[in-house]
């Protein structure tokens, strides 16, 4: 049987009983970083929390090769325990582990899902913004139209919205929501459950200032309170009501989509 483990986001004593009796019982783990479990299942060797019934065997299975070892898999290796371990987290969200679940739902392999750690979950529920639904980014683009695209739909979309975001770009991040929305809304937390966790919460000028002089090292999430309305910026389905020539509406709707003309000429037929 397949078992997808959660593994610690920063605090080892989170790990779950389940958990440790799959990595102790599993013969084979399929690993985001096999560097990453093997210091993991030493940690907990070290302090006596498993004890492995036998030799294991890691397997390298990232977001760059995942297809590949799957198309070479065979069936069989399901009839054993078998784990998937990504390196901090869930599996599946902003790691790898999706097109492993697709395998077993295709080849009819019995897994399961051990619920654990979440950063996105661990910040709405700190983030103090009461709503109940909210929707998750993951990770925004890196740069250009796609990046100020994204981050305009995720303050404009009428939900609670959740990102992560690398110490190298947290700052660049808070400075294009304060040019955008200086006022808005923001909840923080860094290095979640590890010894040196911070949370900010405030206005998105508010926290700029404020990381200003922090030290920013370490894996942020970012909640971003809600607001329906953009005001003073034009959508897709403003420019297709306006009585424009197609080629005129393909480039408007190109500059503010990243797609080319052509291609939006196209899809306006």
């Known amino acids: 049987m397949l078992h997808f483990i959660p593994t610690p986001i920063g605090n080892l004593e989170d790990v779950s009983l389940r958990s440790l009796k799959l990595l102790e019982s599993a013969k084979t783990l399929f690993c985001e970083d096999t560097r990453v479990t093997k210091k993991l299942i030493n940690l907990l060797k070290e ?12 397997l390298s299975m990232h977001s760059h090769n995942e297809k590949e070892v799957l198309s070479k898999l065979s069936p069989e290796i399901f009839d054993e325990e078998v784990v998937y371990v990504s390196d901090a987290g869930m599996p599946g969200v902003s790691d790898p582990g999706c097109e492993l679940v697709r395998y077993a739902q295709e080849h009819n392999i019995a897994y399961d899902v051990l619920p654990g750690a979440n950063a996105a979950l661990l910040a709405y ?22 990046r100020v695209n994204a981050l305009h739909e995720a303050l404009y979309n009428g939900f609670i919205t959740i990102v992560y975001e690398s110490p190298h770009r947290i700052v660049k991040l808070i400075e294009q ?7 808005r809304e923001l909840f923080l937390i860094k290095e979640a459950t590890k010894m040196h966790q911070k949370r900010f919460k405030g206005t998105a000028q508010e926290i700029l200032e404020s990381l200003k002089i922090q030290n920013i090292k ?16 034009i959508s897709v389905e403003d420019i297709v009501k306006l009585d424009l020539p197609k080629k005129q509406a393909a480039k408007l709707i190109a500059k503010i989509t990243g797609k080319s003309p052509k291609q939006c000429y196209h899809e306006l037929l």
């Not at 302090?47 to 890691?58: C, G, K, T, V, Y």
């Open 177 to 183: 929501i304060c040019n955008i929305d200086p006022k």
């Open 218 to 233: 370490g894996e942020w999430v970012v909640v971003i309170n809600s607001d329906k309305k953009e005001l003073g910026v």
């Open 125 to 146: 529920a700190s983030s103090g913004f009461c709503e109940s639904r909210f929707l998750f980014y993951g990770f925004l683009p890196h740069k250009g139209t796609n």
């Open 47 to 58: 302090r006596q929390l498993i004890h492995p019934l036998h030799e294991q065997n890691f």
